[in-house]
C-alpha cells in the first residue's frame, strides 16, 4: 500500500502482546495482496487485467466491501472521489519522479478509462455481503490508496482485540485506528501534522479513543513543476493533482471512513464536505488551507470535542 505500518499496544503479557501484534501485521501483509496497485498480482489488478467480462469476476470479501465503499462515495461527491483513478495515478507517479506534467496525449487517453460508472457491481442477493464485479472497459486501473490505508489498519485492531488486547494503536501514516485509551488516560495524543512540511510542530493536539483518524494533505508528498505545485492527491475529474495547498483531519467511528472522507474533501472541497458529513453521523472535520500569505483552519461543529484541551490551537504556517 505504499507506506508502514505501525502498532502500538499494552498487554500484561509480552509473549502474547507479540503474537497478537505478529498476526495483525500479517494481516495487513495479507490486505497489501489484496488491495494494493503496487503489487502486479493482487486480486485488484487482476480484476482490471480481465478487461471487460459479461460475467465479471467474483471477489473477496475484503475488496467487496472496499468497491461497494468507494461506489457510495464517489455517488455522494459526483466523482470527487473515484478507486477508478489509477491511470491518472500512474502518470503523477511517473511526473514526480520525472519532474515533468504528463502529456496531454497521455491524459487524454487516462481520461477515457476514469469514471465510477465504469465500474459494475453485481451481488450474490438483495442483502449480500459480496458478488462479482465488472469493468466495463479495457486497461483500466483501480486505485484504493484513499481508503484501503484506513480499511488496512481497522482490520489489524480487530485481530488485536480478537488477541484480548484493547488497548491498541495502529497507524499507516496519516491514517489510524484507536482501540481503548492508554492506562491512565483519556484517549490516545494524536498531533495533526502542520500544513508546511518546513514546521516540525503540530499544529492542534486530539486526545481519540475507539475511532479512526485520519490526515489528506500535500504538506510532504508533492511535486513541483514549471514553478507550479502539485499535491500527490489527485482530482479524478480534472486528472490534475491539487494545487490549492491544503490538510484535511477527519475524525470517524472507524479509520476506513476517515481515510475515505478526508481524501474525498481534499478534492471536493470545504463546503461540500461539510454537506458530505451529514451523511455520515459522528463524523467530523478540521479543514486548514493557506489563502495568500495566510492559514485559515475551519473545523466541523464537534470536531472541538476531540481536541486536547477543547480549544483548536492556531495552526502553524
Known amino acids: 500500500m505504499g507506506t508502514l505500518f505501525r502498532i502500538v499496544l499494552y498487554a500484561e503479557d509480552a509473549d502474547a502482546a507479540r503474537r497478537a501484534s505478529d498476526a495483525a501485521f500479517a494481516r495487513v501483509k495479507e490486505l497489501n495482496g489484496l488491495l494494493s496497485d503496487y503489487e502486479a498480482t493482487s486480486e485488484i489488478n487482476r480484476l482490471t487485467a480481465m478487461g471487460p467480462n459479461e460475467d465479471g469476476m467474483a471477489v473477496s470479501r475484503e475488496l467487496w466491501t472496499l468497491l461497494s465503499r468507494g461506489q457510495r462515495l464517489a455517488e455522494e461527491t459526483d466523482g470527487a472521489f473515484d478507486i477508478t483513478v489509477g491511470p491518472y495515478s500512474r502518470l503523477w507517479r511517473r511526473a514526480r519522479r520525472q519532474k515533468e506534467l504528463p502529456s496531454s496525449e497521455r491524459m487524454a487517453e487516462a481520461r477515457e478509462l476514469v469514471g465510477y460508472r465504469h465500474l459494475e457491481l453485481i451481488p450474490n442477493g438483495a442483502d449480500a455481503q459480496g458478488g462479482k464485479v465488472r469493468v466495463k472497459r479495457a486497461h483500466m486501473r483501480l486505485d484504493l490508496g484513499g481508503i484501503a490505508k484506513g480499511f488496512a489498519a481497522d482490520e489489524a485492531l480487530a485481530v488485536l482485540r480478537k488477541a484480548g488486547i484493547e488497548r491498541a494503536m495502529v497507524a499507516a501514516s496519516g491514517d489510524m485506528a484507536f482501540g481503548a485509551p492508554p492506562p491512565g488516560e483519556e484517549g490516545w495524543r ?128
Not at 257 to 273: M, N, Q
Not at 287 to 299: I, Q
Open 190 to 317: 494524536i498531533g495533526i501534522a502542520p500544513l508546511s512540511a518546513e514546521s516540525d510542530k503540530p499544529s492542534t493536539y486530539l486526545r481519540l479513543a475507539r475511532c479512526g483518524v485520519s490526515t489528506s494533505g500535500d504538506a510532504f508528498q508533492y511535486v513541483e513543476i514549471g514553478g507550479k505545485r502539485y499535491s500527490h492527491i489527485i482530482d479524478p475529474r480534472t486528472g490534475l493533482g491539487l494545487t490549492e495547498s491544503s490538510s484535511v483531519t477527519v475524525v470517524a467511528g472507524d479509520a476506513t471512513t476517515a481515510d475515505s472522507l478526508a481524501t474525498a474533501i481534499s478534492v471536493a472541497g470545504r463546503k461540500a464536505g461539510e454537506q458530505l458529513l451529514e451523511k455520515y453521523p459522528g463524523a467530523e472535520m478540521f479543514f486548514v488551507r493557506r489563502e495568500a500569505e495566510k492559514v485559515v483552519p475551519t473545523a466541523s461543529k464537534g470536531f472541538e470535542r476531540h481536541v486536547e484541551g477543547k480549544k483548536l490551537s492556531p495552526p502553524a504556517k
